[in-house]
């Protein structure tokens, strides 16, 4: 049945994910500027996301928002706990932003050049980030009572790294289907070859998290590899590799160039089921569930009230904004 805590608990993945995609492409631009060193290219690459990329964030701050008000003990022991790169990500989501918008007002060209690395490393930081808070909460948080019991390194472990680093390629990704999507030309078929190197770098470190996160914890060892669990897990994988295989042909054909971009969000579609798969029903894994870290019954319906009318609009407004500026990117003409 789904009870009021479950809806609020599958509403903020919702939205979580759909920063991750929005954001996560967005980020990947920058993580490729490296790759196009011309300014014609990076010029290029950055108006494919100027219309939209100021509204990706609004997913974040609903997530966040969002975990304080239904669930305030998960926010009160997590928060802590991942401080560092917590802080690390939303200065680099700062900086990146006055990036993006001091290089169009950079008069000299090597002070522009400044601001395109302040991009770069802004983008690389927030998603190595993201991706470090993600393996340190699913590694485990150690629970004292009703706060955090840990000390202020724990977040920095293999696992957590190899996430960070999974999640950068990832993003990287989505960047390139991204450009794909909107480009033509030359510029388009170097970000096919990106594309294809960075498939690989992703799927490697699906493969790589998947075979450590059963160990982390015996929960997720049952979860994932117990009898007859693992009957009803496996159809996961199967359309893991079955979506990156057709990642990998999509991106060397010419027709369809929207294919890899959906099949990349695929890919990632796949990784949550499977971080959902490992949580559930706990949000700090294995030490506290859902219904222990929820606020009042009351609270949660009345913000559930103001978020099932929000939620919709924020949709409705950023799907307008990605039709309105649909179709190819001309470096010269804009979008035709």
Not at 9 to 26: C, I, K, S, T
Not at 309 to 322: C, K, S, W
Request: aromatic share 16%.
């Amino acid at each position: 049945m789904l009870d009021l805590t479950t809806a609020w608990a599958l509403l903020l993945a919702f939205a979580v994910f759909v920063y991750v995609v929005l954001d996560g492409f967005d980020l990947g631009i920058g993580i490729l500027y490296p790759f196009f060193p011309k300014k014609r290219d990076r010029d290029l690459m950055m108006n494919s996301v100027a219309p939209v990329w100021d509204g990706n964030e609004t997913w974040l701050v609903l997530g966040g928002g969002g975990l304080f008000a239904a669930f305030p003990l998960a926010y009160a022991i997590i928060l802590p706990a991942l401080y560092p790169p917590i802080i690390a990500m939303l200065l680099a989501l700062v900086f990146r932003g006055v990036a993006f918008e001091f290089r169009w007002r950079a008069v000299r060209p090597r002070t522009k050049v400044y601001w395109d690395w302040a991009f770069i490393g802004g983008s690389v930081l927030a998603a190595l980030c993201q991706g470090i808070a993600l393996g340190a909460l699913l590694q485990g948080i150690e629970v004292d009572g009703r706060a955090y019991g840990g000390g202020w390194w724990d977040w920095l472990t293999p696992f957590s790294l190899l996430t960070g680093v999974s999640v950068v390629c990832g993003y990287a990704l989505l960047g390139a289907c991204w450009l794909n999507l909107k480009t033509e030309g030359d510029f388009q078929l170097r970000v096919r070859e990106l594309a294809r190197r960075f498939a690989v770098a992703t799927v490697a470190g699906i493969v790589l998290v998947s075979l450590a996160t059963p160990f982390l914890d015996a929960g997720f060892f049952d979860r994932w590899l117990s009898w007859p669990q693992i009957l009803i897990v496996a159809p996961v994988p199967v359309l893991v590799a079955a979506l990156a295989g057709a990642l990998w042909v999509s991106i060397t054909r010419d027709n369809l160039d929207w294919l890899p971009f959906v099949l990349a969000i695929g890919l990632f579609v796949m990784c949550f089921v499977g971080l959902g798969i490992s949580m559930w029903p706990y949000v700090i894994p294995n030490s506290v569930t859902l219904e222990e870290a929820a606020a009042p019954y009351e609270s949660q319906l009345f913000m559930f009230v103001g978020a099932a009318v929000l939620v919709p609009v924020i949709l409705i407004y950023t799907g307008y904004a990605y039709w309105v500026f649909r179709g190819k990117l001309d470096p010269d003409d804009g979008y035709h």
